[in-house]
Every structure is written in structure tokens, then in C-alpha cells.
Nanobody, 115 residues
Framework: QVQLVESGGGLVQAGGSLRLSCAAS????????MGWFRQPPGKQRELVAR???????NYADSVKGRFTIFRDNAKNTLYLQMNSLQPEDTAVYYC?????????WGQGTQVTVSS
């Protein structure tokens, strides 16, 4: 199995930025798609952004124009650049990778945005 490890979470003021990283123990080329999910306090986990192996991306309406998902294949790392953060973005963020019938999840990293 491939292990995914998130990092980069923390506390930031509204309007600030954070960059989340997801490091894979193996090549990320094995994944057909990778993405970021988040789970706000008291709510269900939701898809934030997704990137397909060919490079196309999808974003939740709530983060379009503010978040950018990208990858560095040489470093086997997926990133989520988060700008103009708002308190509503507060959540545990999870990295995800999918390949055929396999699904892998990171341990999660906390993002807290204060007003």
C-alpha cells in the first residue's frame, strides 16, 4: 500500500494563506486521481479539489478562485494552495489517492481560520 502523509496545516487569520502538502511513500503515477477532502466541525467530509492523471482539475464551488491543487511528480507530492482563507474553511483536511479499486487516505491535518 501507498502511504500518504499531510502537512502544512495550522492557524491563520482570515484573508491569509496556507499551503498543504501530501507526500506519498511511492510514485504518485500509480493514482488515476488525487484530491483533497475536508471535514468541518460537526459536518460530513466533502470534496474540496481533485486532479486527474491527465492534469485536469475540479473544485468545489465554495473554493473556486481561492484554492489551487497541483502536484510535483519528481517529489511524489500533492499540494493544495489555499488563499483568501475564511473561517468557513476551518476543517481537518485529508489527502486522497485513487487507483482502480484502491483508495488511500492521509491522516489529516487541521486548518483553523480565525476571524
Amino acid at each position: 500500500q501507498v502511504q500518504l502523509v499531510e502537512s502544512g496545516g495550522g492557524l491563520v487569520q482570515a484573508g491569509g494563506s496556507l499551503r498543504l502538502s501530501c507526500a506519498a511513500s511511492g510514485s504518485i503515477f500509480r493514482f488515476n486521481a488525487m484530491g483533497w477532502f475536508r471535514q468541518p466541525p460537526g459536518k460530513q467530509r466533502e470534496l474540496v479539489a481533485r486532479i486527474i492523471s491527465g492534469g485536469s482539475t475540479n473544485y468545489a464551488d465554495s473554493v473556486k478562485g481561492r484554492f489551487t491543487i497541483f502536484r510535483d511528480n519528481a517529489k511524489n507530492t500533492l499540494y493544495l494552495q489555499m488563499n483568501s482563507l475564511q473561517p468557513e474553511d476551518t476543517a481537518v483536511y485529508y489527502c486522497w489517492g485513487g487507483a482502480h479499486i484502491e483508495n488511500y487516505w492521509g491522516q489529516g491535518t487541521q486548518v483553523t481560520v480565525s476571524s
